[in-house]
């Protein structure tokens, strides 16, 4: 079955600093990579999603992302993180039983330092 | 309308209650999905509708929870007889047509539920 492993439960970074945070998939095919964001009270906001092509993506608030199919991750970057980025992210990817249905992962939960 | 809105974002319940929780889903909004959240997890897949088709409901629970779309809009969630394990955030999220895989899912803040 289709999983989605984000390693890292918590992880700090001081204002300023770069991100990547780290997601693994398992899955048969090429796969439907997602990374959405949630901020206390909020729903789960699409920071960006790969399909196919080029491998490294573009996505809102300065977030990158790059499929690496020989190591099944999709890591979520940031060069320079605001502390409004401070908020649970989680990855996820298209199951393969359906066209919809979304595998989440655990989630990485990140807190920024002043 | 804006966004995807639900109602309550709180509720709480004695156990054995029935509750019922809606999602108004982004206005010409063909396909529907409801995920249970729970704490200090991901949210997983509970049920998909295609207007008011449910195409898919193999992520419920047990046969306590119950949903529909009568019209092809709003949605809502009924879960019967409630149990301390439903206790989650249940999220609604919305998305444009068919449900097809590169399809952006548009999430609803969720309505956290306590079951006492």
């Known amino acids: 079955a289709q999983s989605v492993t984000q390693p890292d439960i918590h992880i700090t970074v001081s204002e300023g600093a770069s991100l990547e945070l780290r997601c693994n998939y398992s899955?048969?095919?090429?796969?439907?990579l997602f990374w959405y964001v949630q901020s206390p009270g909020q729903g789960l906001q699409l920071l960006l999603k790969?399909?196919?092509?080029?491998?490294l993506v573009q996505g809102i608030k300065g977030f990158e992302a790059e499929f690496k199919r020989s190591q099944s991750s999709f890591n979520l970057r940031k060069p320079s993180v605001h502390w409004s980025d401070a908020a649970e992210y989680f990855c996820?990817?298209?199951?393969?039983?359906?066209?919809?249905?979304?595998?989440f992962g655990s989630g990485t939960r990140l807190l920024v330092r002043p | 309308g804006a966004g995807v809105s639900q109602s309550p974002r709180y509720k709480v319940a004695k156990r054995g209650q029935d509750v019922a929780l809606r999602c108004d889903p982004i206005?010409?909004?063909?396909?529907l999905f409801w995920y249970q959240q729970a704490l200090g997890q991901g949210p997983e897949f509970l049920t998909y509708?295609?207007?008011?088709?449910?195409?898919?409901k193999s992520g419920l629970p047990s046969d306590r929870f119950f949903a529909e779309r009568p019209e092809g809009s709003v949605s809502t969630l009924k879960i019967q007889r409630t149990q301390q394990e439903d206790s989650a955030v249940y999220l609604c999220?919305?998305?444009?047509?068919?449900?097809?895989?590169?399809?952006?899912?548009?999430f609803g803040p969720g309505t956290r539920l306590l079951v006492l």
């Open positions: 790969y399909f196919s092509g080029d491998t």
């Open positions: 996820a990817v298209v199951g393969m039983d359906s066209s919809y249905k979304l595998i």
């Open positions: 509708f295609q207007n008011e088709a449910q195409l898919d």
């Open positions: 999220a919305s998305s444009l047509s068919g449900g097809a895989e590169w399809e952006t899912q548009y």
């Open positions: 899955y048969g095919a090429t796969p439907y």
């Open positions: 206005s010409g909004h063909v396909s």
